[in-house]
């Protein structure tokens, strides 16, 4: 089965400053995307950042990058200088295909970003 | 452009009733999701749709949950009976077919079975 584990369940970071969130996952594809939501109590999942596995190189968007290493199958999450608007449950998930057309995104537990003043 | 409309918000019920949430996708995304996120976990998929055909359903617990999209556009995801276990925030999710998976998701439904 695939997998998505992310081991923090917490972090706490102070403004301004950076903070790395992990993430592992588990697929048989060679080529694939890899994803990180962002999900503040609206509920909304908004779209931080999106890799290509196929890409060597890691993908940046602003203050959020992320460390791509295809033959770990590690994903983690770097923000730099936090910001109060950052704290929000994180998860990271992938496209997960089954034949047919089925792509349906498997996600982790989620990583819970707190960020203090 | 407008982004994926859900309702209700918000939904209370009793254990064995029945209830029923809306999603309206993007214009012109052809793929739509349901999602269940149970309290402290990621969401799950329940369903995926290709305009009005199911295209995986293998989470989905046909017993008592079903989803149509008649017409490939809004979808409907119904719970009968409801069961304590329910409790969730349903997501609803769209993309364009193919590309690079831009999935856009809507604000979801809380729902609470007591």
């Known amino acids: 089965a695939q997998t998505v584990t992310q081991s923090q369940p917490e972090m706490s970071v102070q403004e301004a400053e950076t903070v790395t969130l992990s993430c592992t996952y588990d697929?048989?594809?060679?080529?694939?995307?890899l994803f990180w939501y962002k999900q503040p109590p609206s509920r909304q999942m908004i779209l931080v950042i999106r890799q290509e596995a196929y890409k060597q190189q890691n993908a940046t968007e602003n203050r959020f990058s992320v460390n791509f290493q295809k033959a770990a199958k590690s994903f983690s999450l770097k923000i730099s200088d936090s910001q109060l608007g950052d704290a929000a449950m994180y998860f990271c998930a992938y496209p997960t295909p089954s034949g047919g057309g089925a792509d349906g995104l498997t996600f982790g537990k989620g990583t819970h970003l707190i960020i203090q003043p | 452009e407008a982004g994926v409309a859900q309702s209700p918000r918000y939904k209370i019920i009793e254990k064995r009733q029945s209830v029923a949430f809306w999603c309206n996708p993007i214009s012109g995304h052809a793929t739509l999701y349901w999602y269940q996120q149970i309290l402290g976990q990621g969401p799950k998929l329940l369903i995926q749709f290709q305009n009005n055909g199911v295209v995986d359903d293998s989470q989905l617990p046909k017993d008592r949950f079903s989803a149509e999209r008649l017409k490939g556009v809004d979808s409907t995801l119904k719970i009968q009976p409801a069961k304590l276990e329910d409790s969730a925030v349903y997501l609803c999710?769209?993309?364009?077919?193919?590309?690079?998976?831009?999935?856009?998701f809507g604000s979801g439904t809380r729902l609470t079975v007591v």
């Open positions: 697929t048989s594809e060679s080529d694939y995307y």
């Open positions: 999710a769209s993309r364009l077919t193919g590309g690079d998976y831009g999935y856009t």
